[in-house]
T-cell receptor, first 114, second 111 residues
Framework: DSGVTQTPKHLITATGQRVTLRCSPR?????VYWYQQSLDQGLQFLIQ???????AKGNILERFSAQQFPDLHSELNLSSLELGDSALYFC?????????????FGQGTRLTVV | GEDVEQSLFLSVREGDSSVINCTYT??????LYWYKQEPGAGLQLLTY?????DMKQDQRLTVLLNKKDKHLSLRIADTQTGDSAIYFC???????????FGKGTTLSVSS
């Protein structure tokens, strides 16, 4: 168990809908990263937050948004869903000063868009 | 741009050594990583190597880094059936803000 909790584990929704994925980082970690794992694109970095502030942005679509709350949990919002958004969405967290050298990943949320 | 390439499949017998290879493009990468993904599980950081090192050993795992050829390998000694998983090579991007992953190598271990 990495200590990073993602909910829900599985989500099935229809095209055009909006969903929210939640991530609780490890205790003490200030950074949260979101990654998308799809069959055709592989693992891609979406966005990073550090202590509530957006720190870095990757290949995140405009239909997607994220935030990190004062209690440090993070949510990834996906809207106007398309079939191609079906993927495994991972959250990772790391402690201050460690960056990716000590990033721990959650078990992911598997999103299926039908 | 930054890119990481790995072979897709490797099949070995239990007890043999496994070697998973990876090439990367960004010569300025400070860290290179190996992650393991088991079915239904998240990504587990196995090990990482700093770019000024040639080799790092951690129990059954040996990482070799050839900076000149931008080649990274992961050797698993005495491979067990429990090592069956997908192994991802990753480098840190130039900005140091994100991991660039390869497509993953599926390791299949037969008894």
């Amino acid at each position: 168990d990495s200590g990073v909790t993602q909910t829900p584990k599985h989500l099935i929704t229809a095209t055009g809908q909006r969903v929210t994925l939640r991530c609780s980082p490890r205790s003490g970690d200030l950074s949260v990263y979101w990654y998308q794992q799809s069959l055709d694109q592989g693992l891609q970095f979406l966005i990073q937050y550090y202590n509530g502030e957006e720190r870095a942005k990757g290949n995140i679509l405009e239909r997607f948004s994220a935030q990190q709350f004062p209690d440090l949990h993070s949510e990834l919002n996906l809207s106007s869903l398309e079939l191609g958004d079906s993927a495994l969405y991972f959250c990772a967290s790391s402690a201050p000063g460690t960056g990716h050298t000590e990033a721990f990943f959650g078990q992911g949320t598997r999103l299926t868009v039908v | 741009g930054e890119d990481v390439e790995q072979s897709l499949f490797l099949s070995v017998r239990e007890g043999d050594s496994s070697v998973i290879n990876c090439t990367y493009t960004d010569s300025s990468s400070t860290y290179l990583y190996w992650y393991k993904q088991e079915p239904g599980a998240g990504l587990q950081l196995l090990t990482y190597i700093f770019s000024n090192m040639d080799m790092k050993q951690d129990q059954r795992l040996t990482v070799l880094l050839n900076k000149k050829d931008k080649h990274l390998s992961l050797r698993i000694a005495d491979t067990q059936t429990g090592d069956s998983a997908i192994y991802f090579c990753a480098e840190i991007n130039q900005a140091g803000t994100a991991l660039i992953f390869g497509k993953g190598t599926t390791l299949s271990v037969s008894s």
